[in-house]
Nanobody, 121 residues
Framework: QVQLVESGGGLVQPGGSLRLSCAAS????????MRWYRQAPGKQRELVAA???????NYQDSVKGRFTISRDNAKNTVYLQMNSLRPEDTAVYYC???????????????WGQGTQVTVSS
């Protein structure tokens, strides 16, 4: 059994910062790539950032230079540091983590419940 718990969302003014966290717990043998997605009302869910087990990172063009994804393997946690936030960043943010729960199994993706980020003055 695997559970992802997200935290860190909230209301922030334009130009402000937030740090999202997503902690995995349960039957975890190994974690591979960890990702952050977001979904705004009326829009499709989109990939924001990803970090591999080797700490390689990728970002959506709209957040490059503003967001930083990182991971703490000892805590099975992925973070998203969001700076210079814009109203367009308003969305529900979801973590997505590739987890292998047993040595003989193939990794599959698990979703967090989502955390609301609202950027407004």
């Amino acid at each position: 059994q695997v559970q992802l718990v997200e935290s860190g969302g909230g209301l922030v003014q334009p130009g402000g910062s937030l740090r999202l966290s997503c902690a995995a717990s349960g039957s975890i043998f190994r974690i591979n790539t960890m990702r952050w997605y977001r979904q705004a009302p009326g829009k499709q869910r989109e990939l924001v950032a990803a970090v591999t087990s080797g700490d390689s990172t990728n970002y959506q063009d709209s957040v490059k230079g503003r967001f930083t994804i990182s991971r703490d393997n000892a805590k099975n946690t992925v973070y998203l540091q969001m700076n210079s936030l814009r109203p367009e960043d308003t969305a529900v943010y979801y973590c997505n983590v590739e987890i292998q729960i047993y040595i003989a199994t193939v990794a599959r993706a698990y979703w967090g419940q989502g955390t609301q980020v609202t950027v407004s003055s």
